[in-house]
């Protein structure tokens, strides 16, 4: 089972970019990172899913590199909205056990 | 359409009583999930459901703690003579299961605070 390592927290300011780093270096081959966000007293929601390189959706983007062992959350020009927590997860989405684990997550408090 | 709902959204409770948690997942969604989260921490994994029968339960912390989904739907989540230390917020996600995917809805969560 991959264990994940993310920063803690991060500040950011409105309309800046930031990106939450997750190191994930036993990460095995058939593993797939995804990232949630979570709001104070709602449940966690689904961001983004990848294997390799870069994936790219309407809220965000997720570049990894070719090792694979480690992967970059990129949120373009942030707003207060976005505060939240965020969770890398890594795991075999054919074995739903393995990736169903979340780590504490990155604290993310984007101010005016 | 309609997310995943969870009741009730709060419980209080006393030590050694008996509780059960509801979630009605998405229509359609093969997979229901259990977790619990304790304040400042990510949630953590109890139960997996794929269709009726409980695919992977090694998050269950023990035997005090169990789970049914009967008709492939509604899941329960029980918890006998419960303690001070179950208190958290429980957590139901489900999903449509495709291979390389992993998307989770999750519901809103019910808080069990036990006295």
């Known amino acids: 089972l991959a264990k994940t390592t993310q920063p803690i927290s991060m500040d950011s300011y409105e309309g800046q970019e930031v990106n939450i780093t997750c190191s994930h270096n036993n990460i095995a081959t058939n593993d797939y990172i995804t990232w949630y966000q979570q709001f104070p007293s709602q449940g966690p929601r689904f961001i983004i899913q990848?294997?390799?390189t870069k994936v790219t959706n309407e809220v965000a983007s997720l570049f990894i590199p070719a090792d694979r062992k480690s992967s970059t959350l990129s949120l373009p020009r942030v707003s207060l909205s976005d505060t939240a927590v965020y969770y890398c997860l890594v795991g075999d989405a054919f074995g739903a056990g393995n990736m169903l684990t979340f780590g504490g997550g990155t604290r993310l408090m984007v101010k005016p | 359409g309609a997310g995943v709902s969870q009741t009730p959204s709060n419980k209080v409770t006393e030590k050694g009583k008996y509780v059960e948690l509801r979630c009605d997942p998405i229509?359609?969604?093969?997979?229901l999930y259990w977790y619990r989260q304790s304040l400042g921490q990510g949630p953590e994994f109890l139960i997996y459901f794929q269709g009726t029968g409980a695919a992977d339960d090694s998050g269950l912390p023990n035997d005090r703690f169990f789970a049914v989904r009967p008709e492939g739907s509604v899941s329960t989540l029980k918890i006998q003579r419960t303690e001070r230390g179950d208190s958290a917020v429980y957590l139901c996600a489900s999903s449509f299961y495709l291979a390389g995917s992993n998307e989770q809805f999750f519901g809103p969560g019910t808080r069990l605070t036990v006295l």
């Open positions: 990848g294997y390799k």
């Open positions: 229509s359609g969604h093969t997979a």
